[in-house]
């Protein structure tokens, strides 16, 4: 599955930006589809992710104010990220897992600085 990922930019500390992201392929309810981040020198993380039965996980540090969500129809997976702080800062990448089986997008930068 090929994945593109658009939606990043620049943004003072309080904006919001929606990342959203589509599969090339069918996305079924077995597919997890997910949102992972990396800053200079971090090892990548998961942002939140989403089952096809609608059941996410956030990371602490964005719950309450991150969403994510999912279309099957249209293959997309959309991150709604509010109130961004500095350290919100990093390239994000789009994921797609089907049992065990990872695909990923080739990233977007999101910049949160004043």
């Known amino acids: 599955v090929q994945l593109q990922a658009s939606g990043g930019g620049l943004v003072q500390p309080g904006g919001s930006l929606r990342l959203s992201c589509e599969a090339s392929?069918?996305?079924?309810?077995?597919?997890?589809m997910g949102w992972y981040r990396q800053s200079p020198g971090k090892e990548r993380e998961l942002v939140a992710d989403?089952?096809?039965?609608?059941?996410?996980e956030y990371s602490d540090s964005v719950k309450g104010r991150f969403t994510i969500s999912r279309d099957n129809a249209r293959r997309t997976v959309t991150l709604q990220m509010n109130s961004l702080k500095p350290e919100d800062t990093a390239v994000y990448y789009c994921?797609?897992?089907?049992?065990?089986?990872?695909?990923w997008g080739r990233g977007t930068q999101v910049t949160v600085s004043s």
């Open positions: 989403i089952t096809g039965a609608g059941r996410t």
């Open positions: 994921n797609v897992r089907f049992f065990g089986d990872d695909s």
């Open positions: 392929a069918r996305i079924f309810s077995a597919h997890i």
